[in-house]
């Protein structure tokens, strides 16, 4: 997991690592997708290769944490997006999710869900009021983007109408916009990925999220990927990691 989100933070292929490391690509395939495990030793030495360092300390382990965690990912993500209405705070305005992703559906845009709320459906602990979502920057997509946006009547956070188009989409780190649905986040390309919607949409997965809406999320391992080159919000990365751990146990389990 670590290492193929080290590698795509360097912006190196598996080739280019294997050929910096001296190691088989496959091997290198193998380690990313969890069917075999490196050595402490290497695995920091292929960080390394990629740039970064990963400093080892020791922890107070929190069980109670991981134990909810384990409780957490045996809800459905339908479920889960319902646990977090109920704990949404309704002192931040409206939030309805179903609303907001319904009208992008009905308009047929491509995109990715990132963010709080994309952590949550796969299985993270936490509460938002907000969707962020990694759009397709094509033509055609962000006309259809533009026209659910103002099929909810949004617009942008300082007041201002919004004015989306395939000449400034690619001159904006976000967009910021409320709706009497909730607010929503355009992010064109989020932090630590390659080219936003086309690098995400390879690892996301289609989630039913109840409503009749089953919307594409991003990875575990590429939500990871974007917290960790935010710099921040490490209990909310050291979480996702568990949840990393936890889906590749499941996998382990299900190929015995």
């Known amino acids: 997991m670590l290492i193929r989100e080290a590698r795509l933070r360097a912006g190196l292929t598996q080739q280019e690592l294997a050929d910096r490391s001296g190691r088989k690509r496959s091997v ?10 490196p050595s402490l ?5 292929i960080i390394g290769v990629c ?17 909810r965690l384990q409780k957490n990912a045996l ?11 109920r704990a949404s705070s309704k002192s931040e305005g409206p939030f309805d999710p179903y609303a907001l992703l319904a009208a992008l ?15 949550i459906v796969q299985g993270a602990e936490e509460t938002t009021n907000g969707i962020d979502v990694a759009p397709s920057l094509r033509g055609e997509n962000i006309r259809r983007l533009a026209l659910a946006l103002d099929d909810l009547g949004a617009t942008r956070a300082d007041g201002e109408p919004v004015a989306l188009d395939k000449s ?37 997965t289609q989630e039913p ?10 990875s575990t391992a590429d939500l990871a990927r974007m917290l960790a080159a935010l710099g921040r919000e490490t209990d909310k990365l050291i979480a996702l990691r568990r ?11 299900l190929a015995l």
């Open 51 to 67: 740039g970064f360092e990963l400093p080892l300390e020791l922890a107070p382990r929190d069980d109670s944490s991981f134990e």
């Open 41 to 45: 030793e290497t695995f920091l030495e």
């Open 105 to 119: 559906e009905r308009r047929q845009t491509s995109y990715v869900v990132v963010g709080a709320f994309g952590r």
């Open 243 to 253: 949840v990393q751990a936890l889906e590749q146990r499941v996998a382990h389990e």
């Open 168 to 204: 400034n989409i690619h001159e904006m780190t976000t967009l910021e916009l409320c709706s009497a649905k909730g607010r929503l986040k355009i992010v064109p390309e989020p932090a630590g990925t390659r080219g936003g919607y086309d690098d995400l949409r390879r690892a996301a």
């Open 28 to 37: 290198i395939a193998r380690w990313e997708r969890g069917a075999i495990e």
């Open 209 to 218: 999220i109840g409503k009749g809406l089953r919307v594409t999320v991003a």
């Open 75 to 85: 809800l459905s993500p339908e479920r889960r997006v319902q646990r977090l209405l």
